[in-house]
């Protein structure tokens, strides 16, 4: 994929593009109306008596829709930077992640902020890179806790220090709540763990819970697993390159599972404790307004936008969409072309910001 590569030193006004903490209106739900109730009402039978909609113990989580634990149900998500270069692969307990979000960082190079709801239990989370002030706005969204290793001063510095804004920086952290291994060389051996962020939050006097007004459960749309959606009017798409110029990640669909499997740098993308390899029920492709900030080729991606296009994949077939996301804590959602919010199928989910103009790699079908 040719690149534009082009300097633009951001003022300050630059950054204000992703600035602000506008809150959507809260959605409203019409008065149910009241059942009809019969004079000799029927006892629901031990075959009917659990349903889709409900589990003992269980709720439906935010971001797959899958049933979780309830007693995660308020836990906030963690927000993972991984290094995504070949020297840092495999990745520890990627596969555990509910939602990726791929981006290019300098260099052609990606890196994957992966959102965990399920955390505490994970022994060894990584490797962890280091900020770009972009996914923090992604991580947002979620309310999550951001974890990373550093970043570049002049770039994020402003983001991180505000108030709202709790990060968890190994660069701080390092051999406390981060941990480096023997088996690579630094900086593509450090970790971190469920134990070791549990007690940072504890440190720095984190809540465990969603905080009070940023986080309102409502992200994505799901369809029901009895009724998926199926994309009739779309087209094929059992192949997706996303187009990245160095992983050269692929999107492999399986029909006889549904899932995309995902491979990069030519082969398979495995996880290192799971052995699994990354798979997911629904893709979606961003295009999303970029520049370059300096001589160095630091990017900077417009995170709050509307009307861009894109694609949303899943079941082996594709749509036109676009996307919107008018404040920091608001989510990105998402449009099919007669303006209707998509509904994702329930499981996880690969979100690909690509540089609005540079797609002519994509390949879809």
Request: one cysteine or more.
């Amino acid at each position: 994929m040719k690149r534009k590569s082009f300097l633009v030193l951001l003022l300050a006004a630059t950054l204000a593009l992703s600035a602000g903490c506008s809150k959507k209106e809260e959605k409203t739900e019409a008065p149910a109306t009241e059942e009809e109730v019969t004079e000799e009402p029927v006892e629901a039978s031990e075959e009917t008596s659990t349903t889709e909609e409900s589990r003992e113990g269980m709720v439906r989580s935010p971001i797959t829709n899958e049933w979780i634990d309830e007693s995660i149900e308020n836990q906030r998500p963690i927000a993972v930077m991984y290094n995504n270069i070949q020297a840092a692969l495999p990745q520890a307990n990627i596969a555990k992640a509910d939602l990726i979000y791929e981006c290019y960082v300098e260099g052609n190079l990606t890196r994957l902020l992966c959102i965990f709801k399920d955390w505490k239990d994970l022994e060894k989370i990584g490797p962890v890179r280091s900020c770009r002030d972009y996914y923090v706005y992604w991580a947002l969204e979620w309310d999550s806790i951001y974890c990373h290793f550093g970043g570049p001063k002049l770039y994020v510095d402003d983001i991180l220090s505000r108030n709202d804004i709790e990060n968890l920086d190994g660069t701080y952290l390092d051999g406390s709540s981060f941990f480096r291994t023997t088996d690579r060389k630094a900086p593509h051996n450090a970790y971190t763990s469920g134990e070791g962020v549990a007690e940072a939050m504890e440190q720095y006097d984190y809540s465990e819970t969603y905080r009070d007004k940023y986080y309102e459960g409502d992200h994505f749309q799901f369809a029901s697993e009895s009724e998926p959606v199926t994309l009739e009017d779309g087209i094929p798409a059992t192949r997706v390159e996303p187009g990245y110029a160095v992983a050269k990640p692929v999107f492999t669909y399986n029909e006889e599972d549904g899932l995309y499997y995902r491979e990069q740098y030519g082969e398979p993308h495995i996880d290192q404790v799971t052995g699994d390899q990354l798979a997911f029920k629904n893709i979606i492709l961003q295009n999303t307004y970029y520049e370059v900030r300096d001589a160095k080729g630091y990017l900077a991606f417009q995170c709050h936008d509307s009307g861009r296009k894109g694609y949303y994949i899943t079941n082996g077939r594709a749509i036109e969409i676009t996307w919107e996301k008018d404040g920091d804590y608001d989510a990105t959602t998402y449009y099919d072309m007669d303006g209707n919010e998509i509904t994702l199928n329930t499981g996880k989910t690969f979100i690909c910001i690509l540089e609005d103009g540079n797609t002519d790699n994509v390949v879809i079908e």
